[in-house]
């Protein structure tokens, strides 16, 4: 799979930390689980964050102290999804381990609900920080009633969109914010299927480490 666009080194950061949304975790475990580039830098991310937990550990803290502080981490607003069940794929499955654990199946398995254009979706249960959604995008058609209020990842697991700003395919992640006004188009030949997370109006920004809020606006 040949990947263009990838994940920021914020959103990776912030996952790492145990920082974003239910919704955005899954996606960036979608993506990770299929881009080495950015399963290698989450790693180094990894690292760094349990080199800083160890200094404090050596510096005053009981053994009861960091664990405390590994729980607070973990229950920030959902713990990442572990990178094992990330990496482990079956050949013939569309859908990433961490998505297929989600819908409780493959693309078989989705309940999708018509919305419009031809274009169908499925909302997958998530806390409700945020929200996070399959999308089938019938070949040439437009996403219809496109808008989002914040921070937009949209994963593309099968075929490819264009919008105002590039072409997307298979494996490629477009981080989108609200400053971003676009309009997904599938490109004709193929139908395209996306994994879209979005954050509820006005809520991301407090969950957001205060450190990778600036990335965020580039
Ligand atoms: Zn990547
Ligand atoms: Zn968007």
């Not at 993506?31 to 160890?54: M, Q």
């Not at 929200?131 to 914040?150: F, K, Y």
């Not at 920004?205 to 450190?211: D, E, Q, Y």
Request: charged share 25%; aromatic share 6%; glycine share 8%.
């Amino acid at each position: 799979m040949s990947i263009k666009h990838h994940l920021t080194d914020a959103l990776l950061m912030a996952y790492s930390a145990g920082e974003l949304p239910e919704a955005f975790n899954l996606v960036v475990a979608t993506h990770v689980s299929l881009c080495d580039e950015c399963r290698a830098r989450l790693a180094s991310f990894d690292a760094v964050g349990g080199a800083v937990l160890e200094e404090c550990e050596d510096a005053s803290m009981t053994p009861d102290a960091l664990a405390a502080t590994m729980e607070r981490i973990r229950m920030g607003s959902g713990a990442p999804i572990h990178t094992d069940a990330a990496t482990r794929r079956h050949l013939s499955a569309l859908f990433p381990a961490p998505l297929r654990d989600y819908v409780g199946g493959d693309i078989d398995a989705v309940k999708w609900r018509p919305v419009g254009g031809g274009v169908r979706q499925a909302i997958l249960p998530t806390s409700k920080d945020a929200s996070v959604r399959l999308l089938h995008i019938p070949a040439g058609a437009a996403v219809p009633d496109h808008g989002h209020r914040g921070l937009e990842l949209t994963q593309v697991l099968k075929g490819a969109f264009r919008d105002e700003h590039d072409r997307f395919g298979a494996g490629d992640i477009e981080v989108a914010t609200e400053a971003d006004v676009h309009t997904p188009v599938a490109e004709p030949g193929e139908d395209c299927i996306c994994l879209a997370a979005t954050d509820a109006p006005l809520k991301f920004t407090g969950l957001l480490p205060r450190l990778a809020q600036p990335f965020f606006r580039i």
